[in-house]
């Protein structure tokens, strides 16, 4: 997620340059062939272009308000879990059996398994492979391992969460409203699972994403033809910043479309896993707690 005020010049660059590139060489071919051929080239009425660019325009609305809705909903849900992820904690550590200490080892690998919970649902989502190193501080070596070879690292872990559960209310150690509350917050928490995998695994409509790009490389082609007979040799001063607001308003909303791939414009997993796991090592009472992860260079992962 970016939090800096301003984007390096070089990041922008480093996006749009070829369509910079491209509709530089349009407006230089359009004076071209003006300056040698007049009023014999083809001429595109100026009019056609503003209503291409009205059409273009109102594509390119739609589809940036779809792609942050997607953006804010991926942003909203983890804020749920982190939430979530402290409730349960919370019920933990107050529901079963706070009074015996014989259940500390108990409570303490339950409200440690959700932690593991953020970081495997994290990578899950970015299809990282790294959750031997990430999750190896928060559980037994034989469940990391089981759940390393599961197909859905994060949905395992929920699994593992309700049979302990269940076998802490078998033991007595869980009445039948707390067990049903604890069981709620796990519900919850797989609907968040859930949609995180939905925003995942459905992208936008392809016919939002191709067409608008079509139309933006028709608009640029015509757009210096449809200003040289005005500008003549002005004509690139005009046509191509013109065509990069719209270059840069089709690059926000394909980046914006998938909020999960670790770019500086996606949701900050890293960060938020880290905050969960710090929060419910402090509930814990841990005196050793990890560092928080910190923006770099303005950007937060």
């Known amino acids: 997620m970016i939090i800096r005020r301003n984007l390096k010049l070089s990041i922008i660059l480093g996006n749009i340059w070829r369509p910079v590139l491209v509709t530089t060489a349009l407006a230089g071919v359009a004076v071209y062939k003006f300056?040698?051929?007049?009023?014999?080239?083809?001429?595109?009425?100026?009019?056609?272009?503003?209503?291409?660019?009205?059409?273009?325009?109102?594509?390119?609305?739609?589809?940036?308000?779809?792609?942050?809705?997607?953006?804010?909903?991926?942003?909203?849900?983890?804020?749920?879990?982190?939430?979530?992820s402290r409730t349960f904690a919370r019920e933990v550590l107050t529901f079963v059996a706070p009074e015996q200490q014989d259940a500390q080892p108990l409570r303490r690998s339950l409200v440690l398994r959700a932690a593991a919970f953020a970081h495997a649902l994290r990578l899950h989502l970015r299809k990282q492979p790294e959750l031997m190193v990430e999750l190896s501080g928060l559980l037994p070596d034989a469940e990391l391992t089981a759940v390393r070879a599961s197909k859905n690292a994060p949905n395992q872990l929920l699994l593992n969460q309700g049979r302990a559960l269940a076998a802490a209310y078998a033991q007595g150690l869980l009445n039948d409203f707390r067990h049903i509350q604890l069981e709620q917050t796990l519900k919850d928490l797989t609907d968040v699972l859930g949609a995180c995998e939905r925003i995942k695994n459905t992208p936008l409509p392809r016919q939002y994403d191709y067409f608008p790009r079509v139309f933006l490389?028709?608009?640029?082609?015509?757009?210096?033809?449809?200003?040289?007979?005005?500008?003549?040799?002005?004509?690139?001063?005009?046509?191509?910043?013109?065509?990069?607001?719209?270059?840069?308003?089709?690059?926000?909303?394909?980046?914006?479309?998938?909020?999960?791939?670790?770019?500086?414009?996606?949701?900050?997993?890293?960060?938020?896993?880290?905050?969960?796991?710090?929060?419910?090592?402090?509930?814990?009472?841990?005196?050793?707690?990890?560092?928080?992860?910190?923006?770099?260079?303005?950007f937060l992962f």
């Not at 040698?36 to 083809?42: D, H, R, S």
């Not at 949701?267 to 923006?295: F, H």
């Open 217 to 298: 490389w028709f608009y640029m082609a015509v757009l210096p033809f449809g200003m040289v007979h005005d500008l003549g040799v002005f004509t690139p001063l005009l046509s191509v910043p013109i065509s990069i607001i719209f270059v840069v308003l089709e690059g926000v909303g394909r980046l914006n479309e998938d909020p999960f791939e670790n770019r500086i414009t996606d949701t900050p997993m890293s960060a938020l896993s880290r905050t969960i796991e710090i929060n419910l090592k402090e509930m814990l009472g841990d005196q050793e707690l990890p560092p928080p992860v910190e923006a770099v260079d303005g």
């Open 35 to 84: 300056a040698n051929w007049g009023q014999t080239l083809l001429h595109v009425p100026l009019g056609a272009v503003a209503m291409l660019s009205g059409a273009l325009a109102i594509f390119l609305a739609f589809r940036n308000a779809s792609s942050y809705d997607r953006w804010w909903e991926a942003r909203k849900l983890w804020g749920s879990l982190v939430n979530l």
